[in-house]
Structures are given as structure tokens and as C-alpha cells.
């Protein structure tokens, strides 16, 4: 007798902390965010600090682009705030080795310098800036634009996290249907190999 294959239905059930259109269950939701800021001048650091409000956020202060580079690796903030006159690695040359790395492709950087020149603020962006505020600044000004940073980067974070859970659930949804399968195939496999067999023992019969 042949059996026909069967098809099943599987679902995949998120835990609550895994789901990926639930709100509520990012890490960065759970934490304050952290901010690197990079400035040589030290009184401009903690201007910057007080304005974000450490209330809100986590603070990296760094005064050299080697001390940035060491605090990102360490610590992967939510977001850069990069001075471009720097006097040992410019804010421009921080950003493209950061932005070189895969750890850093959804992290946002923001350049908080006085340097107006259009050729700068072009590399700036080329090297994979997200953002460029000129001094003076207004504060509600740099806080609205750090917050919509960090808004985009925390909507990547879900996107890719969606992403990687549903290719997983695809994986287990493919693999589920083809045990299915290859169970419900087996019977059938087994009859096909006797009909291919008859006219072998009817050559034989006829013999």
C-alpha cells in the first residue's frame, strides 16, 4: 500500500523576551544609553556631559582619538560624539576605523565640532558619519539629534534581531517538514523499489 505524504504545521512560540516586535524587552530599553564623547578640550567634555545629563545616560569621556578607540572596543556605546580637531587621531580618522569594524556598522556617530569647512564635513559623512552639529550649538538642539540617533539605531537593532529570529524559525520550519518527509516517503520508497523489480521476475518466470 502507498501512503501519501502528509503535511504538518509547525509554530514557533517566542518567549517573551525574545519576541521581536515586543516592546519592552531591548537591552538598550532596559539601560541607559551610553555615550562616548570625544573632545580634547576637558571643559567641553563636561559641558557636553551636563547637558546630556548623566541622569540619562551612560558617559565615556575621552580627551585623544587613541583614548575614543580604546573606550569604544571596550565598551561598544550607543553613540559617538566625535570633535574633529584632535590633535593625535582627528575625529574623521576615529570614525573610519571604528566604522571599518562589523561591531560598529548600527552605531551611530555624531561629529560636535566649530570646523566648517565643506570639504571636512563631506569626508566626514563618506567615512560613515551619521551626523555633523557645528559649534555653537543650541543644547535642546544636540539632544533632539542624539536622541533621533539613537531611535534609529535602537529600530536596527530590532529589525536585525526580527531578522535573525525568523531565519532561525525558517531553519526549524524546513527542517520539521522535511523529517515529515522523509517519514511519510518511506513506505512509499519501499513499494516503488518492488514495481521496479517485477518485470526482473517475470523475465525470470517466463524463463
Known amino acids: 500500500m502507498i501512503q501519501a ?6 509554530i514557533i512560540c517566542f518567549p517573551n523576551e525574545m519576541h521581536p516586535f515586543r516592546n519592552g524587552n531591548i537591552a538598550m530599553e ?16 563636561k559641558v557636553l556631559g551636563s547637558l546630556l545629563g548623566r541622569d540619562k545616560y551612560s558617559l565615556l569621556l575621552a580627551s585623544s582619538g587613541q583614548q575614543a578607540i580604546q573606550l569604544a572596543l571596550a565598551n561598544l556605546p550607543d553613540v ?3 570633535d574633529v580637531m584632535v590633535p593625535d587621531i582627528d575625529g574623521i580618522s576615529v570614525c573610519r576605523y571604528l566604522k571599518a569594524k562589523p561591531q560598529f556598522a548600527n552605531i551611530p556617530i ?12 563631506s569626508l566626514a559623512y563618506d567615512a560613515g558619519g551619521a551626523d555633523y ?3 555653537p550649538f543650541h543644547a535642546r538642539e544636540l539632544r533632539v539629534r542624539v536622541e533621533t540617533q539613537l531611535d534609529i539605531k535602537l529600530t536596527r537593532d530590532r529589525l536585525a534581531g526580527a531578522e535573525k529570529l525568523l531565519t532561525n524559525a525558517y531553519h526549524l520550519v524546513q527542517q520539521d517538514w522535511q523529517d515529515e518527509v ?7 520508497l519501499k513499494e516503488l523499489e518492488k514495481f521496479m523489480k517485477w518485470p526482473s521476475k517475470i523475465r525470470e518466470l517466463e524463463n
Open 5 to 10: 505524504a502528509v503535511c504538518t504545521t509547525t
Open 30 to 45: 532596559r539601560r541607559k544609553p551610553v555615550v562616548l564623547i570625544l573632545d580634547d578640550v576637558i571643559e567641553n567634555v
Open 80 to 82: 559617538l560624539l566625535l
Open 110 to 121: 555624531i561629529f560636535l565640532t566649530a570646523n566648517a569647512n565643506p570639504k571636512d564635513i
Open 133 to 135: 552639529v557645528l559649534k
Open 182 to 188: 522523509d517519514s511519510a516517503s518511506t513506505p512509499f
